[in-house]
């Protein structure tokens, strides 16, 4: 493996830079509190971090919502603090993926400005643009995620946007070549400045079907919510038509053809409920597509079984044999995963040596290291309009997006001198990193173990995945690179079971197994939430 193989079952740190480290009191992290913080992040053993959306925006989104591609929003800096973040993170040995989220705008994007002007401007149809039907309704059904339809009015130039996310969020059309060249030279611009790699967002809803046509609806008895809450009438149709859309391979292949020359890395967020894994295939197939894309299958619904693994990985190997998947249990989006999946922490432990056996990237949210449950946002400290739209089904994005927790007993938990952003929760603020730092058995030193464990073996990092079973509770599977086997078992369960050994001697990767015996040949016991990870020693 190559040096711009290194994404290649490497791991992702992402940092949600509001909510990581405030340096200068305003309540909000900003990107010189990153770069203080670079040598705890180095110190996990991760090979790169991502940081989320740092632009220049009106923040709608939290920075989803880009104003100007090519600068650095004044709450978290300017470009010379880039500049140093990427510098430091480079000498600690850390990549640097910046969130590139070319689908939409801000609104207030001089782009817009101009598009939204008149009809037979420069930039006119840089959006996506349509008439009202004679009743005055919008022109199709489609929906946004975050609520209503995804077609605004716009008075000025009397049509309709297309709009996926929130109104202020119009999407960008790629349908136009000069659009795509433009966003080509973002990227460009950032690959000059020395980032190693895109966390692209949505790149399944870059391009939509340019005749509009309506999406079918799914028949109530149909509907499942993977990724919108169940409550979001999104969930209810059949995303032939917004999303998903060929086209957007071509610009893809373009996009990855100007990051070549600079052996970058991308990462590719594919939400979609029908047919996420499937897409995930399309976009990381061969060698001229995505380096990976993000999937959603463990970041929603319910703990996973070991069925569940087994037949996401079945699924995965069928549809992206050819492709790379890059899992991730937490993000900014979602219920963190000891919450959302009611783990014990021995529970959270087994899942995350789990994670870093399976084949495929992996990304850890920030706070995910410490075991953090989600925190609790109270309504009146509501800041995300996702949350807000469909209180109280679904509690919105804040209780993830809550600063982390660096000193138990600091002010603020470490996190600045000031009041943040979103309250630190009590629930969080005692599994701190100092107080996780001077205990060995803690979730944070068993992070750094198991990080590392996956680097000292290449079939781990990027071996083949095998012999998938799951028998109850139990997983079993090898990973195999050229002479190296290794075979993983894990009880996804509370009650003890015992598991067989193949054939021949092993020996014990996983320094800190929980409460397993030493087996090396014949058969292994394990307690609730034991796992067993072992290398195949030479004949
Ligand atoms: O998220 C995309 C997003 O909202 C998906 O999780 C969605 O639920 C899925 O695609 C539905 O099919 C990204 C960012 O991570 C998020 O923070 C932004 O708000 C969003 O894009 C808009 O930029
Ligand atoms: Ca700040």
């Given at each position: 493996?190559?040096?711009?193989?290194?994404w290649?079952g490497?791991?992702i740190y992402q940092i949600?830079?509001?909510?990581f480290?405030?340096?200068n009191?305003d309540?909000?992290?900003?990107?010189?509190?990153?770069?203080?913080?670079?040598?705890?992040?180095?110190?996990l053993?991760?090979?790169?971090?991502?940081?989320s959306?740092?632009?220049?925006?009106?923040?709608?989104?939290?920075g989803?919502d880009v104003s100007?591609?090519?600068?650095i929003?004044p709450?978290?800096?300017?470009?010379a603090?880039?500049?140093?973040?990427?510098?430091?993170?480079?000498?600690l040995?850390?990549r640097?993926m910046?969130?590139?989220v070319?689908?939409h705008?801000?609104d207030?994007?001089?782009?817009f400005?101009?598009s939204r002007?008149?009809?037979d401007n420069?930039?006119?149809n840089?959006?996506v643009?349509g008439?009202?039907?004679?009743?005055?309704?919008?022109?199709?059904?489609?929906?946004s995620?975050?609520?209503?339809?995804a077609?605004?009015?716009?008075?000025?130039?009397q049509?309709?946007?297309?709009?996926?996310?929130?109104?202020s969020?119009?999407d960008?059309?790629?349908h136009?070549p000069a659009?795509?060249?433009?966003?080509?030279d973002?990227?460009?611009f950032w690959?000059d400045?020395?980032?190693?790699?895109?966390?692209?967002d949505?790149i399944?809803f870059?391009t939509?079907?340019?005749e509009l046509r309506?999406?079918?609806?799914i028949?109530?008895e149909?509907?499942t919510?993977k990724?919108?809450?169940?409550?979001?009438p999104y969930?209810?149709?059949?995303?032939l038509y917004d999303?998903?859309?060929?086209?957007n391979?071509?610009?893809?292949r373009?996009?990855?053809?100007?990051?070549?020359?600079y052996g970058?890395?991308?990462v590719g967020e594919v939400g979609?409920?029908q047919?996420?894994?499937?897409?995930?295939g399309?976009?990381?197939?061969?060698?001229?597509l995505?380096?990976?894309c993000?999937?959603?299958?463990l970041?929603?619904?319910?703990t996973?079984?070991?069925k569940?693994?087994k037949?996401?990985?079945d699924?995965?190997?069928?549809?992206?044999?050819?492709?790379?998947?890059?899992?991730?249990?937490?993000?900014?989006?979602?219920v963190?995963?000891?919450t959302?999946w009611?783990?014990?922490?021995?529970?959270?432990?087994?899942f995350?040596t789990?994670?870093?056996?399976?084949?495929g990237?992996a990304?850890?949210?920030q706070?995910?290291e410490?075991?953090?449950?989600?925190?609790?946002v109270?309504?009146?400290?509501?800041?995300?309009?996702?949350g807000i739209?469909f209180?109280?089904e679904?509690?919105?994005r804040?209780?993830?997006?809550?600063?982390m927790v660096?000193?138990?007993?600091s002010?603020?938990?470490?996190?600045g001198?000031?009041m943040?952003?979103?309250?630190?929760s009590?629930?969080?603020?005692?599994?701190?990193?100092?107080?996780?730092e001077?205990r060995?058995?803690s979730t944070?030193?068993?992070?750094?173990?198991t990080?590392?464990?996956?680097?000292?073996?290449?079939?781990?990092?990027?071996?083949?995945?095998?012999?998938m079973?799951?028998?109850g509770?139990l997983?079993?599977?090898?990973r195999v690179?050229g002479?190296?086997t290794v075979?993983c078992?894990f009880n996804?369960?509370r009650?003890?079971?015992?598991?067989?050994?193949?054939?021949?001697?092993w020996?014990n990767?996983?320094?800190?197994?929980?409460?397993a015996?030493?087996?090396?040949?014949?058969?292994?016991?394990?307690?609730?939430w034991g796992?067993l990870?072992?290398?195949k020693?030479?004949?």
């Open positions: 493996a190559g040096a711009d193989d290194w290649r490497g791991v949600y830079p509001r909510s480290q405030d340096s009191g309540g909000i992290g900003d990107l010189a509190g990153i770069t203080e913080r670079l040598p705890y992040v180095a110190s053993g991760v090979d790169a971090i991502w940081i959306p740092f632009f220049t925006s009106p923040m709608k989104d939290f989803y100007d591609y090519c600068d929003d709450m978290f800096g300017a470009l603090d880039f500049d140093a973040l990427l510098a430091r993170a480079h000498s040995g850390l640097v910046i969130d590139l070319l689908s705008t801000s207030q994007h001089p782009w400005a101009e002007n008149g009809r420069d930039k006119s840089w959006y643009w008439d009202a039907k004679p009743d005055g309704t919008p022109p199709n059904n489609w929906l995620i975050f609520g209503g339809p077609w605004q009015w716009d008075s000025r130039r049509q309709y946007y297309l709009h996926n996310f929130l109104t969020q119009p960008l059309n790629f136009s659009v795509q060249q433009a966003l080509l973002v990227a460009t690959l400045r020395g980032v190693d790699g895109f966390r692209l949505t399944n870059y939509h079907d340019a309506n999406n079918p609806a028949a109530p149909l509907r919510a990724t919108a809450p169940a409550v979001n969930n209810w149709q059949e995303h999303k998903s859309r060929p086209e391979l071509e610009f893809l373009r996009l990855r053809a100007v990051m070549k020359p970058a890395a991308a979609d409920e047919l996420g894994l499937e897409i995930l399309q976009y990381t197939a061969g060698d001229d995505m380096n990976m993000y999937a959603f299958e970041l929603s619904g319910d996973p079984t070991a569940f693994i037949e996401t990985m699924h995965v190997a069928r549809v992206a044999s050819d492709g790379w998947a890059c899992w991730a249990y937490s993000n900014h989006d979602v963190r995963h000891p959302r009611l783990l014990t922490d021995v529970a959270t432990k087994t995350n789990l994670l870093m056996c399976l084949r990237s990304c850890i949210y706070g995910e410490l075991g953090l449950p989600e925190a609790d109270p309504y009146e400290s509501l800041q995300d309009p996702y739209e209180w109280p679904f509690k919105g804040d209780g993830c997006r809550t600063p660096w000193e138990a007993n002010d603020h938990a470490g996190f001198s000031e943040p952003w979103l309250p630190i009590s629930s969080q603020a005692v599994l701190a990193v100092d107080q996780q001077v060995k058995t944070l030193n068993h992070y750094r173990r990080i590392q464990m996956r680097h000292d073996s290449p079939a781990l990092m990027r071996g083949s995945q095998e012999d079973q799951a028998n509770d997983l079993t599977f090898l690179d002479a190296e075979f078992a996804l369960g009650d003890g079971t015992s598991v067989t050994l193949p054939a021949g001697e020996e990767m996983a320094t800190d197994i929980i409460g015996t030493e087996a090396t040949s014949g058969r292994a016991e394990l307690p609730g796992y990870v072992a290398r020693k030479a004949d």
